[in-house]
């Protein structure tokens, strides 16, 4: 299977500074990828790369198995996307936003379009919109209609920056519906984004960036595979560690970590002592735990020299 | 693609506006002329402008000659120095590239609705001109005069004043490859604008400058007004051709130098 987008090597360098550096990405066909990272670690950059904007400065992009930025022409008319916000012509409607967008390069049939730029709108819930400029949309009017205009092709991978960006809960809510929507149907998503439960709720796999480098790539569910550890909620935290002794791992209040991948087991040790148990789970780690460690502190703090 | 630009330059109501901003400093000094009878003497003040006391016919050359030194071309540059740094401050520019719109397709289209923009530009002016001129001044129907003081034919006076609209049109693409060139220097059409501006105003200034004179030929400016020398009898084709070569090397250079800048470039806004 081709994958959907591959970068190998993928270096720009801006003056001294290596925004990205050296970075392999690889999203399959049907995944709905989490690209991670802190403000500033090169997220746009790479996106930009993708879509042939910037210029790699070394390495190669494969879209949908063909060169870019070489093959743009042929590639994206197939690639959706929303970079960096929506952008549009504010003295103009929605409407003729998207069919100026649609008609501006190839593969949008001048027949169809009145149709496909409505059925889109409808998608987004932007159905009813009237003739009024966008210059009146509200924020969460202008990021939908950002989205319809990447979906106006039906394209096969949708590439999108903070798509749930100026949303209200309610919205983004109907935005990740849609965008599961649309990979049951099959289109492969990458999305870029620096807020860890969006990914959490959408992705199947995630790619984590820091100061231009990859420095995790895997499925959600290995990462947030159980460790082989047991988290106990109770009141009498003291009393766990003279029961289970010696499996303790950690103490913090009264949440308890205890060695041993079987709460029942755990459960009935604890509560045969006559220890009350008001809560028991599987440890897992979160994404935010799993992201914090593999990358850095944030690169946008700016440290004094000391 | 060409299509999609056209479209978007005149429905945007500000394109309107600066047309019509741009012919009511004609029209005013038409009226001015009028209520005080008082044209300047012949070889001062703008050209054509002692003749429309007498043929009302003239009065689209006055217009043109009125805001050629300034008003059209600091139209020409605002929409040239808009055309790519305003996709890109209002970062339409990624969305149209990632379409993809292809970038030299789209420099073409940008350069062919700035062009558009010129003729529509000048054509009106020139038309307004001649409703101006008509209503408010006497017309001889018959002929015309020419600079030189002998009399031209109606054909030849349409035929010339159709020249000489040409002539204009084409003396302010060489502001318009300024004005794109710069426009994929910079995210900011302002910028650009001023930029195109500059070499504009720097262009009419040297020219006044006798230390300049070495280069004066060379100056984008120094021909604009030649245009007059098709009135003459016979026709002064000398500064007539020189200004067309002129400014067929500075577009060229500067569409050149434009291109080169806009396909290797990162998009960065």
Partial sequence: MTPVISTRGLVKRYGRIRAVDGIDLDVRAGDVYGFLGANGSGKTTTVRMLLGLVLPTAGEVAL?????????????????????????????????????????????????????VQEVLEQVGLGGVDRRPVRAYSLGMRQRLGLAGALL???????????????????????????????????????????????????T??????????????????????????????????????????RVLAVEGSRVVVRGADPAEVNALLVGAGVPVTGLALQRPTLEEVVLAAAGSSPDRVEGAR | MIGVELSKLFRRPRTWTTIAVLNALPVLVAVLVRLTDLAPRPGEGPPFLSAVLTNGALYPLAALAIVLPLFLPIAVAVV???????EAQ?????????????????????????????????????????????????????????????????????????????????????????????????????????????????????????????????????????????????VLWRDLTRGLALQGVYVGVLLAAAWANFTTKDVTS
């Fill in chain 1, 205 to 246: 796999r995630v790619g984590v960036l820091d100061r231009g480098h990859l420095v995790l790539q895997e499925e959600l569910a290995t990462l947030t595979a159980p460790t082989g550890a047991t988290v106990v909620h109770t009141p009498a935290a003291d009393r766990v560690r003279a029961v289970l002794d010696g």
């Fill in chain 1, 64 to 116: 949908l198995g063909e060169r870019m930025p070489r093959a743009a022409r042929r590639v994206l008319p197939r690639v959706g996307a929303l970079i960096e916000g929506p952008a549009h012509h504010g003295h103009l409607s929605g409407r003729a936003n998207l069919a100026l967008l649609d008609a501006a390069g190839p593969g949008g049939s001048r027949r169809t379009r009145t149709r496909r």
């Fill in chain 2, 90 to 234: 209002a970062g339409t520019l990624r969305y149209l590239l990632a379409r993809p719109a292809g970038r030299t397709r789209l420099l073409v289209a940008k350069l062919v609705s700035v062009v558009a923009f010129v003729l529509v530009t000048v054509l009106v002016v020139a038309a307004v001109g001649y409703l101006t001129g008509t209503t408010v001044f006497d017309v001889q129907p018959a002929a015309g005069t020419s600079v030189s003081g002998t009399s031209l034919t109606q054909e030849e006076l349409v035929g010339r004043t159709l020249l000489a609209i040409g002539y204009v049109t084409v003396s302010m693409l060489g502001v318009a490859a300024f004005g794109l060139f710069f426009s994929t220097l910079t995210d900011s059409p302002l910028a650009a604008a001023l930029g195109a501006l500059a070499v504009l105003v720097a262009s009419s200034l040297l020219f006044t400058l006798d230390a300049a004179s070495p280069i004066a030929p060379y100056l984008p400016t120094r021909y604009w007004l030649a245009f007059v020398d098709l009135f003459r009898d016979p």
């Fill in chain 1, 153 to 203: 092709r039906r394209p096969e991978l949708l590439v999108l920056d903070e798509p749930t960006n100026g949303l209200d809960p309610q919205g983004i809510s109907e935005v990740r519906e849609l965008l599961l929507d649309l990979h049951r149907g099959g289109t492969t998503v990458f999305l870029s984004s620096h807020l860890l439960a969006e990914v959490e709720q959408l992705c």
């Fill in chain 2, 80 to 86: 040239a120095g808009d055309s790519v740094a305003g």
